[in-house]
């Protein structure tokens, strides 16, 4: 099988299991998936899906991250230079969070979260699409549900990669899920309104009505006004995709029941916070409001033994 290997950069104190988790969320996602300590996915990145597998080695005085592409037809220097760029953001490789350890230090309980999860890095989804989706398939719904959902979604619509026991599929294209009927994606259990949305969005994203990399680009707040325009996009869903796409660190997503539950957990409040008490309660944290909603992510999967 055509491959291509080569080490990633990072620091001593960096941990892929912990920034794996991060973005994986549950144990039940197929997408990005984590089995004995290494990290794949599948990347349509064009006519023949990709597999990316990224390895710690932790044996050396300086760990490294040892990344390996596969393709069942051939590696191309450009898709394999995209392939890298595109691991590199997801796994926050280069995001430096030493200012984050510093203001912890005199925050507490986050420091004795920072401290815990040390080395683990901000995820980021590789496409505000997959963002966009992402927010979608969980709304009102269960995280466990909607992960469900995302996987029938990649099976059914996503590039598949047959490995030597499995077959594990990409995160669909906005041009396969355009080409899709509203019917189609609701058979993966979507309500009608989401499956609506879903369908909407990767029409106008791969007809190029609106354009979701820009967004790069823009303040968080202009951002989050053009995310708002987005049919099925509410606050919680923008300031997700602020999160969780755009890796804007600075935002906490307040309307999350599962961060409001985590932080009441956390204060030991009486009642779960709302949004503007959420608001409150992260400004002295700024501008890593974001970070310590992974650090509250992570300390909820250990408190289930999940990590």
């Known amino acids: 099988m055509p491959q291509a290997k080569f080490v990633l950069a990072t620091d001593s104190a960096y941990r892929l299991d912990l920034t794996v988790w991060a973005l994986r969320r549950r144990g039940t996602n197929a997408i990005d998936r984590w089995d004995a300590g290494q990290y794949s996915r599948i990347l349509d990145l064009g006519d023949d899906p990709l597999r990316v597998l990224v390895k710690q080695d932790a044996s050396k005085a300086e760990p490294t991250l040892n990344m390996t592409v596969q393709s069942r037809t051939g590696i191309g220097k450009q898709a394999t230079a995209q392939a890298r760029l595109l691991i590199q ?12 350890y510093d203001m912890a230090g005199s ?21 505000v699409f997959e963002g966009l989706v992402n927010a979608i398939a969980c709304q009102q719904v269960t995280l466990d549900l909607g992960i469900v959902l995302l996987n029938r979604l990649a099976e059914k619509f996503g590039k598949g990669f047959a490995g030597d026991t499995t077959t594990q ?43 979701l ?22 606050r919680w869903s923008a300031e997700y995709v602020l999160l969780r796409a755009l890796g804007r ?15 009441q957990r956390l204060f030991h409040l009486s009642d779960r916070p709302d949004y503007e008490h959420i608001r409150r309660l992260t400004s002295g944290w700024r501008p890593y409001q974001g970070v310590v909603y992974f650090h509250l992510l992570l300390d909820r999967l250990h408190a289930k033994g999940v990590i």
């Open 89 to 100: 953001k997801m796994l926050g490789l280069k995001v430096d969070l030493t200012p984050f």
């Open 107 to 127: 925050h507490e309980p986050i420091n004795a979260l920072a401290t815990q999860f040390a080395g683990v890095r901000p995820p980021r989804f590789p496409s």
């Open 169 to 211: 599929h990409a995160f669909p294209a906005a041009a396969r899920l355009a080409e899709a009927s509203e019917g189609a994606i609701k058979e993966v259990g979507f309500s009608y309104q989401k499956a609506r949305s879903i369908k909407e969005l990767a029409t106008n994203v791969a007809e190029q009505r609106i354009d």
């Open 213 to 234: 990399d820009s967004l790069e680009h823009t303040t968080s707040k202009e951002a989050t006004q053009r995310l708002l325009a987005i049919r099925g996009v509410g």
């Open 249 to 263: 660190l600075d935002t906490f997503p307040g309307d999350d029941v599962g961060a409001q539950n985590n932080l």
